[in-house]
């Protein structure tokens, strides 16, 4: 745990702050960053240096214009601002929608700058190394989850949407459960068909690939 009362206001405690809130970034973006992630090193830095700066800005108010002091409101417009940059870094390609983790991390980032802009130092560094962790492991307990899971999405493109219902039939066959359909239109004159299936056994996988990739209707197959 850190030592000292970093919300006292004076030259020294700001140049912690801002110290620290500079290497805790760096520290979020370059994890990102090695990642080959859209928001890198230098764009979480700086999401978070100007939240510090917000923190810093309102307690100066406070200081010195105890009349106009607000403490809620310019950090709730950072936290509500962050959240339209990190829009910005959502992009939903093919069946995939890419960036939720960059948005989220650019919001957490400013999030973190905001407690250390106001002191609160012990908070910005325990939240920024269960953020790394967060990162690091999940994943492979998501990958985990996922192998061993009875439940698969499968994203299929077909020639017309009538041939759906022969395709669930041989689907049903073999014992898997359909457990929700939805459907949408190509950029031809096909129908995409997003599958959630429950498979009664392990292999299963393997067998509904086979069915979906030997029929001649099936135009395409990808499994999530």
């Not at 009362?5 to 994890?31: C, K, Y």
């Not at 689907?171 to 096909?190: N, W």
Request: proline share 1%; hydrophobic share 45%.
């Amino acid at each position: 745990m850190l030592v000292g009362n970093f919300a006292e206001w004076n030259l020294q405690n700001i140049l912690i702050r801002v110290i620290v809130s500079t290497v805790l970034g760096g520290i979020i973006g370059l994890d990102r960053g090695m990642k080959h992630r859209g928001a890198g090193t230098k764009t979480i830095t700086v999401v978070c240096l100007g939240a510090t700066l917000v923190m810093l800005t309102e307690q100066y108010i406070q200081m010195n214009f105890p009349g106009l002091a607000n403490m809620n409101r310019m950090a709730a417009q950072v936290i509500s601002g962050v959240g339209f940059i990190g829009v910005g870094t959502i992009i939903v390609s093919r069946h995939r929608v890419r960036g939720l983790t960059t948005a989220a991390t650019l919001w957490a980032s400013a999030c973190v700058g905001l407690a250390v802009g106001i002191g609160f130092v012990e908070g910005g560094v325990i939240t920024t190394a269960m953020m790394l962790v967060s990162l690091h492991v999940l994943p492979f307990v998501e990958h985990f989850a996922t192998r061993h899971s009875r439940y698969c999405n499968v994203f299929i493109e077909l020639e017309d949407s009538r041939d759906l219902h022969r395709i669930l039939q041989q689907l049903r066959e073999v014992g898997v459960v359909i457990d929700s359909i939805e459907m949408g239109e190509t950029k031809g004159s096909g129908s995409s068909v997003h599958l959630v299936l429950y498979l009664k056994k392990a292999a299963g996988r393997t067998e509904i690939y086979d069915i979906l990739t030997k029929s001649d209707k099936v135009m395409s197959v990808d499994f999530l």
